[in-house]
């Protein structure tokens, strides 16, 4: 559905756009006769009804399925975005197929401008007195414009190496774990993007967390993580304090500790009350980080 969606949107653009840039193109010229500036003024602003089309129909398109698969039909966040996907593919298809097409269809005016201009009015190919040029300029362009794109796919192919022993792996076992009611009932919801479905009855009085629920969450997955600025540490340990993960959390070494550090374990002299011989550092956890 949002794919479809998404190719009529990406359609209705187009047509929107051809239709006013075709109007457009006479004013244009009888506008460049008075001034450059006064043709450039409507050509622009042809232009731009393109674009306003095309962002315009693609914020409404996607606000209107964020709303009906995540308000009306009460998927989760995390489906109802992936249905999003589909959107953005229906309209991409319609451009491409509309981009090629253009191609053709200027190429195909190009070769018919060429021998018109050959046989009735006597002028060679390409003559700049032969008003339909333009066609082939783009044709050429568009085409051209492909050709590269081919190549720079072609530049990118990267050959991936595997085992040939993966083909031999085995299916993973889905496992039953033992997990207490809290995990089921409260944390898995919530990791799933359902916690506004869970009830208040669901919860612990004040709202606490059972101590020792942290394993059962997702390891592993923060796509980025906090990097430690040695030279602007002043030690205040204000990240490691809000860190609801506890996967930033700052350390403290000797020098018999630090001579068996492995390489690219920075420290910085440890500063306050009983500090003395004493290196601070801030370890990162990425495995806890969300």
């Given at each position: 559905?949002?794919?479809?969606?998404?190719?009529?949107?990406?359609?209705?653009?187009g047509?929107?756009?051809?239709?006013?840039?075709?109007?457009?193109?006479?004013?244009?010229?009888?506008?460049?006769?008075?001034?450059v500036?006064?043709?450039?003024?409507?050509a622009?602003s042809?232009?731009?009804?393109?674009?306003?089309?095309?962002?315009?129909?693609?914020?409404?398109?996607?606000?209107?399925?964020?709303?009906?698969?995540?308000?009306?039909?009460d998927?989760?966040?995390?489906?109802?975005?992936?249905?999003?996907?589909?959107?953005?593919?229906?309209?991409?298809?319609?451009?491409?197929?509309?981009?090629?097409?253009?191609?053709?269809?200027t190429?195909?005016?190009?070769?018919?401008a060429?021998?018109?201009?050959?046989?009735?009015?006597?002028i060679?190919?390409?003559d700049?007195?032969?008003?339909?040029v333009?066609?082939?300029?783009?044709?050429?362009?568009?085409?051209?414009?492909?050709?590269?794109?081919?190549?720079?796919?072609?530049?990118?192919?990267?050959?991936?190496?595997?085992?040939?022993?993966?083909?031999?792996?085995?299916?993973?076992?889905?496992?039953?774990?033992?997990?207490?009611?809290?995990?089921?009932?409260?944390?898995?919801?919530?990791?799933a993007?359902?916690?506004?479905?869970?009830?208040?009855?669901?919860?612990?009085?004040?709202?606490?967390?059972?101590?020792?629920?942290?394993?059962?969450?997702k390891?592993?997955?923060?796509?980025?993580?906090?990097?430690?600025?040695?030279?602007?540490c002043?030690?205040?340990?204000?990240?490691?304090?809000?860190?609801?993960?506890?996967?930033?959390?700052?350390?403290?070494?000797?020098?018999?500790?630090?001579?068996?550090?492995?390489?690219g374990?920075?420290?910085?002299?440890?500063?306050?009350?009983?500090?003395?011989?004493?290196?601070?550092?801030?370890?990162?956890?990425?495995?806890?980080?969300?």
């Amino acid at each position: 559905m949002a794919f479809v969606i998404g190719a009529i949107f990406s359609a209705v653009a187009g047509n929107i756009g051809m239709r006013v840039a075709t109007m457009s193109n006479a004013r244009t010229a009888e506008g460049t006769k008075k001034s450059v500036s006064k043709g450039l003024t409507i050509a622009f602003s042809s232009g731009g009804v393109m674009g306003m089309c095309v962002v315009g129909l693609g914020v409404l398109g996607v606000f209107s399925l964020f709303v009906f698969f995540n308000s009306f039909i009460d998927l989760d966040l995390f489906t109802t975005t992936n249905i999003l996907f589909g959107f953005g593919f229906g309209a991409s298809s319609i451009a491409l197929f509309a981009r090629v097409g253009g191609g053709i269809y200027t190429k195909s005016a190009d070769v018919g401008a060429d021998l018109v201009g050959k046989v009735e009015a006597g002028i060679p190919e390409d003559d700049p007195r032969n008003p339909a040029v333009i066609a082939d300029q783009v044709g050429d362009n568009v085409v051209e414009m492909n050709w590269k794109a081919v190549d720079a796919a072609l530049d990118k192919i990267e050959e991936i190496k595997y085992p040939k022993s993966w083909k031999d792996l085995p299916l993973d076992q889905t496992k039953t774990l033992d997990e207490p009611d809290f995990v089921k009932n409260v944390m898995k919801p919530m990791l799933a993007q359902q916690g506004d479905k869970l009830p208040v009855s669901a919860f612990t009085p004040a709202g606490i967390f059972p101590t020792g629920t942290t394993k059962y969450e997702k390891r592993g997955i923060a796509i980025n993580i906090p990097e430690w600025q040695i030279d602007n540490c002043i030690q205040c340990n204000q990240c490691a304090l809000v860190c609801p993960h506890a996967a930033i959390r700052p350390v403290l070494v000797t020098d018999e500790e630090l001579k068996n550090a492995p390489s690219g374990f920075e420290t910085k002299k440890a500063v306050g009350k009983d500090m003395e011989g004493l290196h601070f550092r801030i370890q990162l956890y990425p495995e806890d980080c969300v």
